[in-house]
């Protein structure tokens, strides 16, 4: 399983729009082969991070090819603050 954690900081005023792009990209996300979920994390002090996993890191990186995924995080970024911050991991044990 190749997992991404991504640190954002969503626009102030755009929380209820990100959460809505979050749920109607996860349904185009999930036509691509190896996906396995997406979701978006919130700490008690109101910090956001998105969590993604694939299947492995190879269909991970050819989703993130594709026009649909360059749409898609498009959208995403222009309800940013800044662009995120990815950190990339490998299960290793389960």
Do not use: C
């Amino acid at each position: 399983m190749f997992v991404v954690s991504a640190e954002i900081q969503i626009k102030k005023g755009s929380e209820d729009e990100f959460k809505n792009w979050i749920s109607e990209s996860n349904v185009e996300l999930s036509k691509f082969d190896g996906f396995v979920r997406r979701r978006l994390l919130e700490t008690r002090s109101g910090k956001h991070v998105i969590l993604v996993e694939f299947e492995n890191q190879a269909k991970f990186e050819a989703m993130h090819k594709t026009q649909e995924h360059f749409r898609i995080q498009s959208k995403g970024h222009s309800l940013m603050d800044v662009l995120p911050k990815p950190t990339f991991y490998e299960v290793v044990s389960q």
